[in-house]
């Protein structure tokens, strides 16, 4: 009997001591080594997060600049602007749909969202800042935010996924970018978009 009472109190002392330890991790420490309740450690399965997945799109991006209803509009520029041969300072605010196929008339399935901004003084770059904004099926209301150097005369461009939001929570990954369309009257243009993502 004795033997059977110091067995359970030393389980319950191991109880309480994995408690406490569990506790303590998900406690985080202020710099003064006191806790504070404002941050703690979090189980990703409160957060419905299982498996991470890595999913891959594949999309048309129309730059539409000239006409009556562009979807790429100057916003500001530097008064050097205009002299420098890679338009260095100019900005552009973006809402350019993204299509399933090559044409502008084939199926919307997201809008881009975001500006790009000349960034190379002697080099066409921009760098591109937008949110992929998706409408379609389940993916519709989430989005993907890219932020890259775009070298706009090379034939693949690779920018970067720095997050995302709805089913691209957590999202990390990239974008291959390539130039299908350029006309040079009016400046539109068609991208194509690899776009590779980790999200859960
Ligand atoms: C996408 O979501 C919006 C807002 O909830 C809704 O109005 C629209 O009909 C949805 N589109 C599709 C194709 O499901």
Known sequence: MAGMNSRNSFSLITLFSVFAILYMNSVILAADGKS??????????????KKE???????????????????????????STDKSATGFGAVSMIDDPLTEGLEL???????????YASAGINELVALINMNFAFLVGKYNGSTVSIMGR??????????????????????????????KKLDSKTGDSTVEYNIYVFHY
Do not use: C
């Open 53 to 79: 997945k890595l999913s891959h799109f594949h999309v048309y991006w129309h730059d539409i600049v000239g006409g009556r209803n562009p979807t790429s509009i100057q916003v500001a520029k530097a008064a």
């Open 105 to 115: 008339s084939s199926k919307l399935v997201g809008r881009a969202q975001g500006f």
């Open 150 to 179: 775009d070298k706009v005369l090379s034939e693949v461009r690779e920018m970067a996924i720095v997050g995302g939001s709805g089913l691209f929570r957590f999202a990390r990954g990239y974008v291959e970018a390539r130039t």
């Open 36 to 49: 504070q309740t404002f941050g703690k450690v979090l189980n990703p399965a409160k957060l419905g997060l």
